[in-house]
């Protein structure tokens, strides 16, 4: 039982490249979350997912987008890629059968040059 | 969700016990206490949560007070690995109630520091 597994680790991108992460659970959660972390701030939500093929806004939305074709796999994509991206990116899975509690990713290091 | 307020570090020494406060003076009835912990560089992992009654795990004890408007995690016996941000949040259970659907609304959070 792998939990929550996001791939990259780690990436450097160019501005303006474009670029996806994947993340995958194997604990059939039905909610899926992207969030970011900067450097001595806490995590902020980015985008969430309450079932396969449906996707909300959180409070950082602006240069990302998300899909969510299968329950498993939540993916985050950049389109084009800005130095205000730089930050370490977690996705988190919980379920209502779990009394909500939430399990995390390690985590994407993501530098935009 | 309810705005919690905690302390923005604290010091403990190794093998006493850690005794990590927060207020959430607006909860709602509704809303439950959770506790997670970020290991530097590493993904959030849940230590607890309770409504109203105090709660023990394999973790941490947590200490709700008899109005819900504030809460203490309590680490019996710190350890070094236990060194990293504490994060207490306030939120609806899923299934509960509300829309939140199951969103975690991290603030600063504590910095524990176990020291030798």
């Known amino acids: 039982n792998a939990g929550v597994t996001q791939t990259p680790k780690f990436r450097v991108l160019k501005t303006g490249q474009s670029m996806t992460l994947l993340c995958a659970q194997d604990m059939n959660h039905e909610y899926m979350y992207w969030y970011r972390q900067d450097p001595g701030m806490g995590l902020r939500l980015i985008h969430y997912?309450?079932?396969?093929?449906?996707?909300a806004k959180g409070e950082v939305p602006d240069g990302y987008n998300v899909s969510r074709l299968k329950k498993q796999n939540f993916l985050l994509g950049l389109e084009s890629a800005a130095p205000s991206q730089t930050s370490v990116y977690f996705c988190?899975?919980?379920?209502?059968?779990?009394?909500?509690?939430?399990?995390f990713g390690q985590g994407t290091r993501l530098t935009v040059v | 969700d309810a705005k919690t307020t905690q302390p923005p570090s604290m010091d403990c020494a190794e093998g006493r016990a850690a005794n990590l406060p927060c207020n959430h003076s607006t909860i709602s009835g509704n809303e439950y206490v959770y506790w997670y912990r970020q290991i530097h560089s590493q993904g959030p992992q849940y230590i607890i949560h309770?409504?109203?009654n105090n709660e023990t795990n394999e973790m941490a004890s947590l200490i709700i007070t008899e109005d819900r408007k504030s809460s203490t995690l309590i680490l019996p016996h710190a350890t070094l690995r236990d060194t990293a941000v504490y994060y207490c949040i306030v939120r609806v259970v899923l299934g509960a109630g509300g829309t939140s659907y199951g969103k975690l609304t991290f603030g600063q959070g504590t910095i524990l520091t176990v020291h030798p």
């Open positions: 988190a899975s919980t379920d209502p059968g779990q009394s909500g509690l939430a399990f």
């Open positions: 997912s309450v079932g396969e093929g449906t996707t």
């Open positions: 309770g409504l109203k």
